[in-house]
């Protein structure tokens, strides 16, 4: 499934973020791709173990921390460290599908990549071009998002950035290890989530049928969960 997750980061975050990123080192974007994706990919890279990629990183993360719409969506078990990538003068990245297993450098930690993220940080207003295609079983869908708003899909879909032809496009991007491997399972569990909070605010927390819809829920997560 395919989830917007508004809101990750605020005004104030935001312009923080973007004169950082203005006054950072960019290297070239392949510095962390894998043999298809180097093919395939024309763009900039916020240095991984640079002091301004640590600290937005952490924004971001504190950012998801608060979003109980990722909670529920992703159901997170481990979050690659945040990159940031920068698309301008017909920057673009071609259609790839991402690496199952990815490794953060110089250290021990991996994850699989269940879910793909993209958090926008420059307005659309101010670039051309820089559309997310993410291609599924439902058909080729296009994201744009305004600066703040992410996107989360599954890692196993094949997606590309259009070509950037005016201004610059910034976005953090990473990845995701759920709880709950199989796609399918985390879209019948984030349904129910969401019905069971929607009954919740008719009903109220104590009714009944909310405490086993409820009940019904964590046993599907005990059932389906790596943890």
Known sequence: MMIAIPG?????????ARAM???????????????????????????????????????????????????SAALPLKVFPPLFNRYAGGGRFDTHVDNAIR????????????????????DPADYD?????????????????PAGDMILYPASSLHHVTSVTRGARTASFFWIQSMVRDDGQRRTLFDLDTAVQALAGELGQEHKEVIRLTGIYHNLLRRWAEA
């Open 129 to 145: 071009g820089g559309a997310l295609v993410v291609e599924d079983t439902y058909g080729t869908h296009e994201v744009k998002l």
């Open 21 to 71: 990123l203005d006054a950072a080192p960019w290297e070239d974007g392949n510095a962390t791709s894998g043999s298809q994706s180097a093919l395939a990919k024309r763009n900039q890279q916020l240095p991984e173990g640079s002091a301004a990629a640590r600290e937005l990183g952490q924004m971001v993360l504190d950012g998801l921390g608060r979003s109980a719409l990722f909670i």
């Open 8 to 16: 990750v980061l605020d005004a104030a975050q935001l312009a923080q």
């Open 103 to 122: 490794y953060q450098r110089g250290s021990d930690f991996r994850i699989r990549s269940d879910l793909s993220a993209t958090l926008f940080l420059s």
